[in-house]
């Protein structure tokens, strides 16, 4: 088989990155007093309910969405530059960024999976040398966010957009690799041909030890 149809797909929070990053991200702004309490709070038990299974993923994009409604597209790319290089870098793990050299040397077209946004997963690509990333979308019009989410990249949407972008590059899912460490993701998991389980939430751990799939811990 032709090495360039094979894929390694990688989510980004807990995974190439050791924490969420949307907590992370509340916790920034809260320290440099842009945000309220409760605002890092309502973070917070989002993470929380991501973790146990039970967010509403739909809901909690829009409540994102709308919150940077009439925010320049450009200005928020650079604070979440700055974000990155101050909160995120040293989060990152040794063995994410071994593993990706692993399967760039061996040949393998490398992607970021996330349901975020590409202003969080795209400096954090550009540091991997990841060129793709495959991720949710927000309208924006006229170089401003109007508030709507255009494409949900969670769940069974992580599916249909590693589909579309898999058709474009000519990518075989059933020869390639998915990285995650949530059971939201699970039909993902089970359209490549090598599933690979790290740092899993409770859920993921036990269907992982059932289905015999290796468990990874990357810290």
């Known amino acids: 088989m032709d090495m360039k149809t094979r894929a390694a797909f990688f989510d980004m929070d ?40 039970v967010v509403d993923a739909d809901a909690v994009s829009r409540y994102a969405a709308r919150a940077l409604a009439g925010l320049e597209e450009r200005a928020f790319a650079d604070e979440c530059r700055a974000w990155y290089a101050s909160a995120v870098r040293p989060h990152v793990t040794g063995r994410a960024r071994s593993e990706v050299e692993r399967r760039h040397r061996d040949g393998y077209v490398v992607a970021i999976l996330t349901g975020s946004s590409p202003y969080v997963a795209g400096p954090l690509a550009d540091e991997l040398g990841i060129d793709h990333v495959i991720s949710s979308r927000l309208v924006v019009n006229d170089g401003c966010f109007t508030g709507d989410v255009e494409a949900l990249c969670y769940g069974p949407g992580k599916v249909t957009r590693a589909l579309e972008w898999s058709a474009l590059h000519g990518i075989d899912l059933a020869a390639s690799a998915f990285y995650t460490d949530s059971l939201s993701d699970l039909p993902m998991l089970e359209r490549v041909g090598e599933p690979r389980i790290v740092n899993p939430d409770p859920r993921l751990r036990a269907l992982a030890k059932s289905r015999g799939w290796p468990i990874e811990i990357w810290t």
């Open 14 to 53: 807990k995974t190439l990155v050791r924490v969420n990053t949307g907590r992370l991200y509340a916790s920034w702004r809260f320290s440099r007093g842009e945000t309220r309490l409760r605002d890092l709070l309502r973070v917070s038990w989002w993470s929380l309910q991501y973790t146990l299974g």
